[in-house]
């Protein structure tokens, strides 16, 4: 599966940007990873535990910002975030008895969450701020 392209999910907010970028990273990597023949299951655990701690990270992050810039959609995207860390506690309990068909469902998920979450959910807050201060 290719890699994802981070300028793809842009929202022209550094701060969320950055925070975007190292996401698709892990993702990428998560992604190169089970492709690799030699997976194994330590690697991913190690992955996983990042991605976990920093999605946690990144919404704390966003949502402080969304309350900075008075987004009328907070309490709603409070509730997505909520979800993911959910899926994410989910897979991440799971991984650790079933090793590569759960690394095969992070990788979907990964793809989803961040090109759904991020270009559907994140995009909405971005265009209140634009529409509020434009850049
Ligand atoms: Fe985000
Ligand atoms: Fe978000």
Redesign the pocket.
Same mark, same amino acid.
Do not use: N, T
């Given at each position: 599966m290719a890699a994802i392209d981070p300028r793809l999910l842009y929202l022209d907010i550094p701060e969320?940007d950055r925070? &975007?970028e190292r996401l698709v990273a892990i993702a990428n990597r998560i992604s190169a990873l089970v492709e690799r023949p030699d997976f194994r299951a330590k690697d991913f655990a190690a992955e996983l535990r990042e991605l976990k701690a920093y999605t946690i990270e &990144?919404?704390a992050r966003?949502e402080a910002y969304m309350a900075s810039i008075g987004y009328p959609g907070l309490a709603g995207h409070k509730v997505q975030h909520g979800k993911i860390i959910e899926a994410l506690a989910a897979l991440a309990a799971e991984g650790a008895t079933k090793g590569a068909r759960i690394a095969l469902s992070l990788r979907l998920f990964t793809q989803v969450w961040l090109f759904e &979450?991020?270009s559907g959910h994140?995009g909405e807050y971005a265009k209140f701020a634009m529409a509020k201060a434009p850049r």
């Open positions: 969320m925070d &975007h &990144h919404f966003e &979450h991020i994140d």
